[in-house]
């Protein structure tokens, strides 16, 4: 079996297609440095994470070196690949994973630990580093999840920790000089590990310290790389692009990296610092080239903290300036202190997303406690300011089982939003309110990385009273979070090299994609972390207390932590580093760094228009070979920000979410072919439509449209549609000539060969009802979708 006929059995099919605007589609070389890049989640989320992108488009930059991706199939697309005897393959050029010289892990949450093992087992990988060959893959894994690698590591060659821009260069030099001098992987595994910001597990041995065994370097510590000046690294405007519809589907625009704030739960504090921006004016310049060279319809400034970028006010005055009025953007990461009028009124040029507001804690005592600087004034000042602008959906966040909390701060959540609504009453507001509860997590390299974790038993009860006093309120949508999750996520966290044998027990039991609801499993947890080693992780930690992660160098030296941690029990602020003496503080890596506003050389100019006349177009293309497993709903977002990227402008619909109005065929189902599809749009301008056609036919390589024509009928593209000719290949069925003739009307005709039936349907005359009944007698259970093809279509005074 071939890729293209198991894309034609599984359940999502379009996630594996692989032909995403702007995909490295260069042939598949032995000669090059082959890498890998694996994301242990579904294309949903993987393509939703913007550093995977960011790696993507470094590697295939530099000479020698190609990047593909995969991903983790659905559970139930796992089961097609193992009963067809199918190793994982990338999307590119579907290839099998072990046929690369490296496969990386970009790991966010520890709940993909067990897809990591999942991964190498398809991709018929040793499980175990010690067990793997000469000629096998490098396994590598980076981000925030391993910030303490060593559950995972019996199962990966070499770790990096910090920037990939300023790692991955130096790991395709020790490649490059592997592959030329023939070396031996014993002695590759020490070139790695000469590498800056590179942990190589296997060359150390564990010693016992205190409640944990941790590796013995032998006073080592390895510093995380960073890039100091994000202005010295491009952004690549023509980023990949999903194909089908993912968690977030736009334009990631970073204008910051790291975050000032102090929070003391918050891992990525530690792990994305130091606080680095880039200049407005190439922030500008990349989001007008990258919403050209990508065709998306939406973007994101995109920080920690996006309210703590330099100059944000002035920035955001000049995006419609440079951005058509049908596009939307949002800034997540905002404090409420940081909300204006002036923000607000810039935003509400746009299309309206929700306002996110992230107290953490219902009381100001615990927000101290944890060091989030946000007061209930605040809140209560930016949902003013929001009201104003009619802002109506709000989104909050909360945490429970924070160090120190009482049951007084769980009633404080509630009195809180009890007083908003109160409060948007009062102003005459009609308001949603999604609130989402999780449960805390103690992560290294915190200030709380000494803090016990909640029982499971604790946080269902403070949740209890949650859903007990706040249900009675029809405008608050409540989301709770797992608590016996966040449980094993504590021990995955905070573990040592003996949850490596626990992930290695949950995946032979079946446990895979834990970070979902429908496949957690806590009892198969339970019975294998069991009492006594899961209260090595969960309980709290003596200040002197050893930990396996303790040399690896994120940002923050240890004793400013435990420093931090005093200063949580005790109720105590810390500043935000802008508003510090770095000087005085002495408490990260990094040194002092200044954060100057930036200057503009001009004021902001007018902000762009839509035009006001438009012509109407008809495109011919066709729906085939890997293109035919996207559903019809993928298919018409592809060619819409195929039409975006062409870089002519389209009359967009009305509403809430504008989008270009465009007019299609009926659907075909999924894994059927079409060859001579239509769309309709509107476009500005006075182009000949020879001219139009080369515009759009530049945006992609490997997509042509056939035609293109303008149409000056006054009735819809789908009365205008007449006559659609279909052919069905035969499947399992081959009814008699009365079945089909008894279905059709006067102006149908159909022709029966031996090898399938030709179907001239009238559209017109309700032609598209008549074929779904034929299609139902042809292929019952929609098994042979992939043999039916649409293969002309006819319009009334068409020329």
Same mark, same amino acid.
């Given at each position: 079996m071939n890729s293209h006929e198991l894309l034609g059995r599984l359940k999502n099919p379009q996630a594996f297609v692989g032909r995403e605007i702007n995909a490295n589609r260069r042939e598949f070389k032995r000669s090059d440095i082959n890498i890998c890049l694996v994301f242990p989640d579904t294309y949903a989320i993987g393509m939703s994470h913007s550093g995977m992108k960011i790696l993507y488009h470094l590697l295939n930059g530099m000479d020698g070196v190609h990047a593909e991706r995969a991903f983790v199939p659905e559970p139930e697309n796992i089961a097609i690949f193992n009963e067809n005897k199918m190793p994982l393959f990338s999307l590119e050029n579907k290839i099998p994973l072990a046929c690369f010289d490296l496969i990386g892990f970009s790991l966010l949450s520890e709940l993909n630990f067990t897809n990591v093992l999942q991964v190498l087992e398809m991709s018929g990988l040793p499980l175990l580093s010690a067990q793997r060959q000469e000629g096998d893959p490098w396994i590598a894994a980076g981000g925030i999840a391993v910030a303490n690698p060593e559950?995972?590591?019996?199962?990966?060659?070499?770790?990096?920790?910090?920037?990939?821009?300023?790692?991955?260069? @130096? *790991?395709?030099?020790? *490649?490059?000089?592997?592959?030329?001098?023939?070396?031996?992987?014993?002695?590759? *595994?020490? %070139?790695?590990d000469r590498v800056a910001g590179v942990y190589v597990p296997s060359l150390y041995a564990l010693k016992k310290a205190g409640p944990f065994m941790v590796p013995d370097l032998g006073g080592k510590q390895i510093k995380k790389r960073v890039c100091p000046d994000l202005n010295?690294?491009?952004?690549?405007?023509?980023?990949?692009?999903?194909?089908? %519809?993912?968690?977030?589907?736009?334009?990631?625009?970073? =204008?910051?990296?790291?975050?000032?704030?102090?929070?003391?739960?918050?891992?990525a504090k530690s792990y994305y610092a130091p606080f680095r921006y880039r200049e407005p004016g190439p922030i500008l310049d990349f989001i007008k080239e990258s919403l050209a060279a990508t065709g998306y319809e939406s973007f994101s400034l995109a920080s920690l903290s996006s309210g703590d970028y330099p100059g944000l006010a002035e920035l955001l005055q000049r995006i419609p300036t440079i951005v058509q009025p049908d596009i939307s953007f949002s800034i997540p990461s905002l404090r409420p202190s940081t909300l204006s009028d002036e923000m607000l009124s810039t935003l509400a040029?746009?299309?309206?997303?929700?306002?996110? =507001?992230?107290?953490?804690?219902?009381?100001?005592r615990l927000r101290r406690a944890i060091n989030k600087n946000v007061t209930d004034a605040e809140i209560f000042q930016a949902l003013e300011i929001a009201w104003r602008h009619r802002w109506q959906k709000i989104k909050m966040y909360f945490m429970l089982g924070l160090p120190g909390e009482t049951m007084e701060d769980i009633e404080a959540i509630v009195l809180l939003l009890e007083k908003i609504l109160a409060l948007a009453r009062t102003r005459q507001v009609r308001i949603n309110i999604h609130v989402s509860f999780s449960a805390f997590v103690p992560k290294p390299h915190t200030p709380l990385q000494w803090a016990a974790r909640a029982s499971v038993a604790e946080l269902e009860e403070k949740m209890a009273l949650l859903k007990k006093r706040l249900k009675r309120h029809k405008n608050l949508d409540l989301d709770f979070h797992s608590a016996s999750r966040g449980l094993i996520e504590t021990v995955l966290a905070r573990g040592d090299?003996?949850?490596?044998?626990?992930?290695?027990?949950?995946?032979?039991?079946?446990? #895979?994609?834990?970070?979902? @609801? =429908?496949?957690?499993?806590?009892?198969?947890?339970?019975? $294998?972390?069991?009492?006594? #080693?899961?209260?090595?992780?969960?309980?709290?930690?003596?200040?002197? #207390?050893?930990?396996?992660?303790?040399?690896?160098? $994120?940002?923050?030296?240890?004793?400013?932590?435990?420093?931090?941690?005093r200063r949580s029990r005790e109720d105590e602020v810390t500043r935000p580093c802008r508003g510090q003496d770095c000087a005085a503080c002495g408490g990260c890596l990094f040194g002092r760094r200044e954060f100057p506003s930036p200057l503009w050389a001009s004021p902001a100019g007018p902000a762009l228009t839509p035009p006001e006349v438009y012509r109407r177009l008809r495109l011919r293309y066709e729906k085939k070979d890997d293109l035919c497993f996207l559903s019809h709903l993928a298919m018409m977002q592809y060619l819409e920000r195929l039409l975006r990227k062409s870089g002519l402008l389209f009359k967009y619909s009305e509403g809430f979410h504008p989008r270009i109005k465009m007019a299609a065929l009926p659907p075909l189902p999924v894994g059927a072919q079409g060859f001579d599809e239509a769309i309709e749009v509107f476009v500005a301008g006075s182009l000949e439509d020879k001219e139009v056609l080369k515009a759009l036919n530049r945006t992609l390589p490997d997509f042509q449209f056939k035609k293109a024509g303008f149409v000056n009928a006054d009735t819809s593209f789908h009365k205008e549609l007449q006559f659609v000719d279909l052919f069905f290949v035969w499947g399992e069925v081959v009814p008699d000539r009365q079945e089909i003739a008894a279905l059709l009307f006067a102006g149908d005709s159909f022709e029966i060969a031996k090898e399938g039936l030709a179907l001239k349907m009238d559209y017109a005359h309700g032609g598209q009802e008549r074929f779904a009944r034929i299609y139902k007698l042809l292929d019952p259970e929609r098994k042979w979708t992939s043999h039916l093809s649409r293969t002309a279509v006819s319009f009334k005074n068409e020329n």
């Open positions: 559950p995972l590591r019996a199962f990966i060659d070499l770790f990096a920790f910090g920037d990939g821009e300023a790692i991955f260069p @130096d *790991l395709i030099a020790v *490649l490059k000089a592997a592959r030329s001098h023939k070396m031996v992987r014993a002695v590759v *595994l020490k %070139d790695f010295r690294i491009p952004a690549e405007p023509a980023e990949i692009v999903p194909i089908c %519809d993912v968690v977030f589907n736009r334009l990631n625009v970073e =204008i910051a990296r790291g975050c000032p704030q102090n929070c003391r739960f918050c891992q040029m746009f299309r309206k997303t929700g306002i996110t =507001i992230v107290p953490e804690a219902g009381s100001e090299a003996r949850v490596g044998e626990i992930l290695l027990q949950a995946f032979r039991r079946g446990e #895979t994609f834990s970070a979902w @609801d =429908i496949h957690f499993h806590f009892p198969v947890w339970e019975e $294998l972390i069991g009492l006594e #080693t899961g209260a090595d992780f969960l309980s709290e930690f003596p200040l002197d #207390t050893e930990f396996p992660w303790d040399f690896i160098q $994120l940002n923050f030296h240890k004793p400013y932590l435990a420093e931090e941690y």
